[in-house]
């Protein structure tokens, strides 16, 4: 397995900041121990306007709205942008943001075929729980 690095740098509503570094064997769970960390201490990611001033926000709420659980793709999400927005857009732009909400924690990825497959980490998280 690749050798991967992640790092999570947080702050709280009273202005702590909070950086996490996982290097090494970066898994699913090691992730998901970081989030309950996070859980236990209370921080939050803070509350996103419904503004929708930049092609990242637009693509995120496409990912929330259409794609709470379940996976997705990027090809999914450009053709959902397309339709919601009217714009066109290229699937470069969509994959470059996905791969940086991957980078953030925002959502998990997997290699499925030729593509990679998204899901949010939060939905990740509630169905491991369950399981």
Not at 89 to 112: D, M, N
Not at 113 to 124: H, R, S, T
């Amino acid at each position: 397995m690749a050798r991967k690095r992640i790092r999570i740098d947080l702050e709280d509503n009273d202005g702590a900041r909070y950086n996490f570094s996982l290097d090494g064997n970066v898994t699913k769970d090691k992730m998901l121990k970081i989030f309950e960390l996070m859980d236990l201490m209370n921080i939050e990611e803070p509350e996103q306007s419904a503004q929708l001033d930049s092609i990242g926000s637009k693509i995120w709420n496409i990912v929330d709205k259409y794609h709470p659980i379940g996976k997705f793709t990027s090809s999914k999400i450009l053709q959902k942008y397309e339709d919601e927005y009217e714009e066109p857009i290229k699937l470069s732009v969509v994959s470059t943001y996905l791969s940086r909400f991957a980078s953030r924690g925002r959502v998990v990825r997997e290699k499925q075929g030729k593509e990679w497959a998204y899901q949010i980490l939060k939905i990740a998280q509630r169905e491991r729980d369950s399981s």
